[in-house]
């Protein structure tokens, strides 16, 4: 009987080895690629969501002015007299500064003496009460502001719109910080319609990517509206 010799063959372990090696670096950029498109998908979804706040606040505002005479608006420099905070249940309440400072600030709001300013107060032709927009910084860390809204009902003095105890609307998401909002008289005409230019910039608090990607940070607003509540009614 012939001895039968079987030959086994398999893979040398130098061979497993570049194996390994060759299948870890796949893997490495596979996992690297997949981590870009995540953090890229991630940055366009903070993207949007400070395009559509800043078209909600933009849209707001226009309706708002829009809808009133030049005599129901005005306008005040109140970002040096009060700040955000919150309260102990967590709402959002107005944090006042030194009283003088404040009645100062609201001595006057003409539009046509403050030019400028970050708070915008409006009454709707046809209704009794106004709805101010204001911008102001956060309390504790002044590098953030928050675009708000609150409505009075038959306001008298006008320091009391934005009062402690007012019932603030954050007008953007806490995601998206607002960098700047700002509102300019424009004398146009007979003064019987006038313009605002509206400035405002919005910028995402979550940005996985760098900021040397190739894709701008901040959205940046600039709206002209005219008061049209006598042309339209």
């Known amino acids: 009987m012939r001895d039968i010799k079987r030959k086994y063959e398999g893979f040398s372990f130098v061979e497993m080895l570049l194996t390994i090696l060759l299948l870890g670096i796949i893997m490495l950029i596979v996992a690297t690629t997949m981590n870009t498109v995540i953090k890229v998908s991630n940055t366009s979804n903070s ?50 500064g030194d009283t003088n400072a404040i009645d ?46 609150t409505t009075s009902s038959n306001l008298v003095n006008h320091k009391e719109c934005f009062s402690a105890t007012a019932v603030v609307t954050l007008l953007h998401s806490f ?8 509102v300019k008289y424009v004398e ?15 910028r995402p608090l979550y940005w996985p990517v760098s900021d040397t990607f190739p894709v701008k940070r901040d959205v940046v607003r600039q709206i002209v509206i005219s008061t049209q509540a006598l042309t339209w009614y």
């Open 47 to 96: 993207k949007n969501l400070a395009r559509n706040d800043m078209n909600y606040i933009m849209d707001i505002v226009n309706r708002t002015i829009t809808n009133a005479d030049l005599g129901n608006i005005l306008l005040f420099k109140s970002d040096t007299v009060r700040t955000l905070g919150v309260d102990n249940y967590g709402q959002l309440r107005i944090v006042q």
């Open 104 to 149: 100062t600030a609201y001595a006057n709001g003409t539009p046509s003496t403050v030019l400028e300013g970050n708070e915008i107060q409006v009454k709707l032709y046809g209704y009794s009460y106004w709805t101010c927009i204001g911008y102001f910084r956060d309390n504790t860390n002044p590098s953030y502001g928050y675009i708000v809204k």
């Open 175 to 182: 995601m998206v910080d607002a960098s700047n909002f700002s």
């Open 188 to 202: 146009v005409g007979d003064g019987t319609n006038s313009m605002f230019i509206v400035d405002s910039t919005l």
